[in-house]
């Protein structure tokens, strides 16, 4: 027996569902705002949707479900680098972090326009300038989930390892969350409502 495939209520119910338990309450208002408003999105059929955030945000996680509303192929940036260019990524970060901010760039630069693109944490503040013309969808995340996260993850590389780990954390945290504001992004609440409109 075949199951159907999921509604685009419940999708977007799953989206909401992977935002940080902290802030799932002022999401789901942000939510209904954006629902009763029928905010729509111009999703341009040659400007990717692109997802950015913190790291530990849930970004890869949105991905399918993103593609899924969208109707469009995704690619998770990480993984294309690593298909391209056969290292740890890991390693790469720590030991070259420049030419690895270099091939994230350039590895973003080739992939199809339409499409959505989960991007690493580092992206929104380092490449803003790549954004222009896409969708960017923020996928939020407290400081305290974020800081809990990455402490529960060992396998993620150090970016400041001149500092203590909890030092990194808060300086990672708030600097790009500072450089995150600078941008206009779409928020992950309002992508959702409006895809409750198509299909």
């Excluded at 992206?123 to 790549?130: K, S, T, V, W």
């Amino acid at each position: 027996m075949s199951t159907s495939a999921p509604s685009r209520n419940e999708v977007v119910e799953s989206l909401l569902a992977l935002v940080d338990p902290r802030l799932q309450a002022e999401v789901r208002a942000e939510f209904e705002r954006a629902r009763q408003a029928r905010r729509l999105l111009d999703l341009g059929p040659g400007s990717p949707v692109v997802i950015v955030g913190h790291r530990t945000a849930g970004k890869t996680r949105a991905l399918p479900l993103v593609c899924a509303l969208t109707g469009r192929p995704g690619y998770d940036l990480d993984r294309e680098i690593e298909v391209r260019h056969p290292r740890s990524l890991r390693a790469w970060v720590q030991l070259d972090p420049n030419g690895f901010r270099a091939a994230e760039r350039r590895v973003f630069g080739q992939l199809p326009r339409a499409s959505v693109i989960s991007v690493g944490g580092g992206f929104l503040a380092l490449h803003a300038d790549l954004l222009e013309g896409c969708t960017p969808v923020i996928v939020p995340i407290s400081f305290a989930t974020y800081r809990e996260r990455l402490l529960g993850d060992q396998s993620r590389p150090r970016l400041r390892p001149e500092l203590t780990v909890e030092d990194e954390i808060v300086e990672i945290f708030h600097s790009r969350e500072a450089l995150h504001r600078q941008f206009p992004t779409v928020s992950l609440a309002a992508f959702a409502a409006s895809q409750l409109f198509f299909g």
